[in-house]
Nanobody
Framework: QVQLVESGGGLVQAGGSLRLSCAVS????????MGWFRQAPGKEREFVAA????????NFADSVKGRFTISRDNSKNTVYLQMNSLKPEDTAVYYC??????????????????WGQGTQVTVSS
Protein backbone atom coordinates (compact mmCIF):
# COMPACT_ATOMS: atom_id res chain seq x y z
CA GLN A 1 0.00 0.00 0.00
CA VAL A 2 1.32 3.41 -1.00
CA GLN A 3 0.36 6.52 0.94
CA LEU A 4 0.76 10.05 -0.36
CA VAL A 5 0.34 13.10 1.85
CA GLU A 6 0.37 16.62 0.43
CA SER A 7 1.22 19.73 2.39
CA GLY A 8 2.07 23.37 1.82
CA GLY A 9 -1.20 24.70 0.49
CA GLY A 10 -2.74 27.92 1.72
CA LEU A 11 -3.92 31.39 0.86
CA VAL A 12 -1.61 33.68 -1.11
CA GLN A 13 -2.00 36.92 -3.03
CA ALA A 14 -1.67 37.03 -6.76
CA GLY A 15 1.98 37.18 -7.75
CA GLY A 16 3.05 35.25 -4.69
CA SER A 17 4.63 31.84 -4.29
CA LEU A 18 3.94 28.55 -2.57
CA ARG A 19 5.79 25.27 -2.40
CA LEU A 20 3.78 22.10 -2.16
CA SER A 21 5.28 18.89 -0.84
CA CYS A 22 4.10 15.32 -1.20
CA ALA A 23 5.54 12.70 1.11
CA VAL A 24 5.28 9.10 -0.05
CA SER A 25 5.44 6.00 2.11
CA UNK A 26 4.75 2.31 1.78
CA UNK A 27 6.86 1.44 -1.24
CA UNK A 28 10.23 2.40 -2.71
CA UNK A 29 9.74 5.98 -3.87
CA UNK A 30 12.03 5.66 -6.87
CA UNK A 31 9.75 2.97 -8.31
CA UNK A 32 7.37 5.74 -9.33
CA UNK A 33 7.11 8.72 -11.54
CA MET A 34 5.20 11.47 -9.77
CA GLY A 35 2.63 13.97 -10.92
CA TRP A 36 0.72 16.96 -9.66
CA PHE A 37 -2.87 17.57 -10.69
CA ARG A 38 -5.44 20.14 -9.64
CA GLN A 39 -9.18 20.48 -9.52
CA ALA A 40 -11.07 23.73 -9.28
CA PRO A 41 -14.71 23.86 -8.17
CA GLY A 42 -17.01 22.68 -10.94
CA LYS A 43 -14.13 21.63 -13.17
CA GLU A 44 -12.47 18.36 -14.03
CA ARG A 45 -9.17 17.36 -12.51
CA GLU A 46 -6.34 18.53 -14.75
CA PHE A 47 -2.66 17.88 -15.19
CA VAL A 48 -0.17 20.35 -13.77
CA ALA A 49 3.30 18.77 -13.80
CA ALA A 50 5.08 15.43 -13.72
CA UNK A 51 8.58 14.10 -13.11
CA UNK A 52 10.09 10.72 -13.86
CA UNK A 53 11.78 8.54 -11.26
CA UNK A 54 15.22 10.10 -11.57
CA UNK A 55 14.13 13.70 -12.05
CA UNK A 56 15.68 13.74 -15.48
CA UNK A 57 12.40 14.19 -17.33
CA UNK A 58 9.75 16.76 -16.44
CA ASN A 59 6.51 17.75 -18.09
CA PHE A 60 4.30 20.79 -17.51
CA ALA A 61 0.89 21.98 -18.53
CA ASP A 62 1.07 24.99 -20.83
CA SER A 63 -0.80 27.06 -18.26
CA VAL A 64 2.01 26.74 -15.70
CA LYS A 65 5.14 26.61 -17.86
CA GLY A 66 7.69 29.16 -16.76
CA ARG A 67 5.94 29.66 -13.40
CA PHE A 68 5.95 26.22 -11.75
CA THR A 69 8.78 23.77 -11.25
CA ILE A 70 8.67 20.17 -10.09
CA SER A 71 11.45 18.35 -8.29
CA ARG A 72 11.96 15.28 -6.15
CA ASP A 73 14.28 14.10 -3.43
CA ASN A 74 14.42 10.32 -3.52
CA SER A 75 16.35 10.24 -0.24
CA LYS A 76 13.40 11.95 1.44
CA ASN A 77 10.63 10.18 -0.50
CA THR A 78 9.21 13.57 -1.37
CA VAL A 79 8.16 15.41 -4.51
CA TYR A 80 7.79 19.19 -4.61
CA LEU A 81 5.86 21.69 -6.67
CA GLN A 82 7.27 25.20 -6.55
CA MET A 83 4.62 27.65 -7.69
CA ASN A 84 5.65 31.21 -8.52
CA SER A 85 3.78 34.17 -10.00
CA LEU A 86 0.52 32.66 -8.84
CA LYS A 87 -2.73 33.76 -10.44
CA PRO A 88 -6.31 33.57 -9.20
CA GLU A 89 -6.97 30.91 -11.84
CA ASP A 90 -4.44 28.67 -10.09
CA THR A 91 -6.92 28.33 -7.22
CA ALA A 92 -7.76 24.65 -6.81
CA VAL A 93 -7.21 21.56 -4.73
CA TYR A 94 -3.81 20.17 -5.68
CA TYR A 95 -3.22 16.43 -5.69
CA CYS A 96 -0.03 14.44 -6.04
CA UNK A 97 -0.09 11.03 -7.64
CA UNK A 98 2.26 8.11 -8.26
CA UNK A 99 2.69 6.39 -11.63
CA UNK A 100 4.28 2.97 -12.00
CA UNK A 101 5.52 3.95 -15.47
CA UNK A 102 8.51 5.43 -13.72
CA UNK A 103 10.61 6.24 -16.79
CA UNK A 104 7.99 8.65 -18.09
CA UNK A 105 6.41 11.91 -16.93
CA UNK A 106 2.87 11.44 -18.12
CA UNK A 107 0.08 13.98 -18.22
CA UNK A 108 -2.79 11.47 -18.44
CA UNK A 109 -4.28 11.08 -14.98
CA UNK A 110 -5.62 7.63 -15.90
CA UNK A 111 -2.08 6.30 -15.72
CA UNK A 112 -1.60 7.23 -12.08
CA UNK A 113 -2.27 4.48 -9.62
CA UNK A 114 -2.02 6.18 -6.24
CA TRP A 115 -3.36 9.54 -5.12
CA GLY A 116 -3.11 11.82 -2.13
CA GLN A 117 -6.01 13.56 -0.41
CA GLY A 118 -5.19 16.98 -1.80
CA THR A 119 -4.22 20.37 -0.44
CA GLN A 120 -6.11 23.59 -1.06
CA VAL A 121 -4.40 26.48 -2.82
CA THR A 122 -6.26 29.77 -2.93
CA VAL A 123 -4.90 32.78 -4.80
CA SER A 124 -6.58 36.09 -4.08
CA SER A 125 -6.64 38.93 -6.58
Amino acid sequence: QVQLVESGGGLVQAGGSLRLSCAVSGRTFSYYAMGWFRQAPGKEREFVAAINWSGGITNFADSVKGRFTISRDNSKNTVYLQMNSLKPEDTAVYYCAADVARYLARSDLKGYEYWGQGTQVTVSS
